[in-house]
Each structure stands twice: as C-alpha cells, then as structure tokens.
C-alpha cells in the first residue's frame, strides 16, 4: 500500500517561515515527479510547486520567489520551504506523488496538512 504523509504545517504570523514534509513509503519501484498542492474551501485545489527525479523545478507564479521545492531520494521525502508567508497562502497543503510500480504508475494524495497565516 502506498502512502503520502505530510506534516510540519501550523500558525505563523505574516512574513514568517514554515517548512513542510512528506514521505513516501510503500512498495514500489521509484518515486517519479511528487508535487505540493493546496486548497482553500470555496477554491480549486491549485499546484503550488513539483519537482522531477532529477530535481527539476516548477512553480505557481504567487509562489515564485518565496517558496522553495527539494527532495532527498534516498529517504523518499521533499519538502517545501515556504518563506516570506501571506494571509492568501492559507489553506490545507497536500502532497501527491507519481509512483512507478508493477504494471503501471499510480499517483495517490496525502492527507493533507493545514497552514494557517494570521496575527
């Protein structure tokens, strides 16, 4: 069974910092490109940043500048390092990751952490 699990979200204060995790564990061959999104209640679920096997990086253009994507493969973790925080960047964050396994790919969610931005 494969699992996505986030942590490290919580209250910060506008202009402060928060560094989010997610493992990955299961049975699998390798982990492909893993990604952050986030949601809002009332909006679309929105990528925030990805990043490949080779580290290749993406990012929202309200994130750009301020949030930093990475990943250790050897501990199937990343992370998103977010800087510089605003009251709009509230909202839950999820991890997703796309999984190579036997007979296919498999792109499962985590459960999602809340981030909360507020004085």
């Known amino acids: 069974q494969l699992q996505l699990v986030e942590s490290g979200g919580g209250l910060v204060q506008p202009g402060g910092s928060l560094r989010l995790s997610c493992v990955a564990s299961g049975r699998f061959a390798r982990v492909l490109t893993m990604a952050w999104y986030r949601e809002d209640p009332g909006k679309e679920r929105e990528l925030v940043a990805s990043i490949s096997s080779t580290g290749d990086q993406a990012y929202a253009d309200s994130v750009k500048g301020r949030f930093t994507v990475s990943r250790d493969n050897a501990r199937n973790t990343m992370y998103l390092q977010m800087d510089s925080l605003r009251p709009e960047d509230t909202a839950v964050y999820y991890c997703?990751?796309?999984?190579?396994?036997?007979?296919?790919?498999?792109?499962?969610w985590g459960q999602g952490t809340q981030v909360t931005v507020s004085s």
């Open positions: 997703q990751a796309e999984f190579l396994v036997l007979g296919g790919r498999l792109r499962p």
